[in-house]
């Protein structure tokens, strides 16, 4: 028991009280971090254009996983590249870039874990610099299903018009007023006097009666 109590509880104490003191330091660096975001993001709108060849330049040198946490800012991966993040930061306060002042006097001292909230909005504000790459096969393959639905959508359009188109054209016909092709009574009356003429040169003449 002795033991215990002079060698054991000593070093738990030790290591569970640094632990406390740190997260509760954490606790007060991201209450004051949150306090200067808004300045921190007009600040980086505002550098944009000159700070945007170094940041390209730092990610570009900077490991796969970094590189996926700055697309993809999460916790677990904060966590578990913690060292990595702090080195990305530091190479980012060299070029004074907004906000990794504080929080890298924040994380050399509790660790980049503990401060999630700060680092991931850095890790956001960094990726705005960063063209996000497609994926190579929306980037250079067409999907052939779409493709096809398309084709297939203009011409079942094309079809509908056409039967539109015809619709249309059989009512125009049908409302056309029939044209009267019985000859009036004026016509029948107004014979021409070329016919009657020609109708009395067919009629034959009449018989001589025969002489006694």
Known sequence: MGYWKTKVLP?????FGKDASKKAAAAEACKSFDETKEEISKQVEEKKIELQPMVIQIYEASSIEI????????????????VKVQKFLDE???IDFPGTKTVCEATSKCGPA???????FMLEKVSTFVAIEKKPREANVEDPTLAEETTTEETTAKEETTVEETEKEIVVEEDKPKEDTTPSETEKQAEPESTKNVKEEEKPEAEEPPKA
């Open 92 to 94: 980012l306060l060299k």
């Open 11 to 15: 070093k738990f104490q030790k290591v």
């Open 67 to 82: 590189k996926t946490l700055v697309k993809e800012p999460k916790e677990a991966g904060l966590k578990k590249q913690s």
């Open 114 to 120: 503990l401060l999630p909230g700060p680092v991931m």
